[in-house]
T-cell receptor, first 111, second 113 residues
Framework: QKEVEQNSGPLSVPEGAIASLNCTYS??????FFWYRQYSGKSPELIMF????GDKEDGRFTAQLNKASQYVSLLIRDSQPSDSATYLC???????????FGAGTTVTVRA | DTGVSQDPRHKITKRGQNVTFRCDPI?????LYWYRQTLGQGPEFLTY??????LEKSRLLSDRFSAERPKGSFSTLEIQRTEQGDSAMYLC???WGPGSEAFFGQGTRLTVV
């Protein structure tokens, strides 16, 4: 079992719709959870982080964390063509800051 | 520019040659990380430093790989006797403390021919 798994893509959504991305992780002791956006050929860019169970909203993005289910998700509301990218889920697997990444989910927003 | 800086951005080398990459982290960050990313995969952890101390190395980091951060500021990653399987994007990231968010540099894309 991989340490961090993301729902397989690609995910295609129409402009204005909600894109829903899911991520599960194997280490129950994980403390910090991050979503990065990566455009083709570019480096990952941090868009959200969440440490506590529940929801965290930042603009059109909402991260949801459920530690009991070892599940973290990202919702992108009012999706725009500029949101088309690969979204990487990253988890801090221990007390220190070594991130383990999922393979990413590619999102395409259709105009 | 106060972001993480990596140099060079692209490197093409012949198999068997040595290459060295440099990373300059955000100035107040004491933690520096190296990752490797291949096409279609997420970044894989290679090694990390707290100040000048190298605290962890991945099993992915063979003996041909060495990293340094001599004064706790910039870091170098050297690959000796490169192989075609070393072709990847090498990413550097920095953070200010445990559990805090890491910020990535633009990466160095290595192609071994």
């Amino acid at each position: 079992q991989k340490e961090v798994e993301q729902n397989s893509g690609p995910l295609s959504v129409p402009e204005g719709a909600i894109a829903s991305l899911n991520c599960t992780y194997s280490d129950r002791g994980s403390q910090s959870f991050f979503w990065y956006r990566q455009y083709s050929g570019k480096s990952p860019e941090l868009i959200m982080f969440i440490y506590s169970n529940g929801d965290k909203e930042d603009g059109r993005f909402t991260a949801q964390l459920n530690k009991a289910s070892q599940y973290v998700s990202l919702l992108i509301r009012d999706s725009q063509p500029s949101d088309s990218a690969t979204y990487l889920c990253a988890v801090n697997m221990g007390g220190d800051y070594k991130l383990s990444f999922g393979a990413g989910t590619t999102v395409t927003v259709r105009a | 520019d106060t972001g993480v800086s990596q140099d060079p951005r692209h490197k093409i080398t012949k198999r068997g040659q040595n290459v060295t990459f440099r990373c300059d982290p955000i100035s107040e960050h004491n933690r520096l990380y190296w990752y490797r990313q291949t096409l279609g995969q997420g970044p894989e952890f290679l090694t990390y430093f707290q100040n000048e101390a190298q605290l962890e190395k991945s099993r992915l980091l063979s003996d041909r790989f060495s990293a340094e951060r001599p004064k706790g500021s910039f870091s170098t990653l050297e690959i000796q006797r490169t192989e075609q399987g070393d072709s990847a994007m090498y990413l550097c990231a920095s953070s200010w403390g445990p559990g805090s968010e890491a910020f990535f540099g633009q990466g160095t894309r290595l192609t071994v021919v």
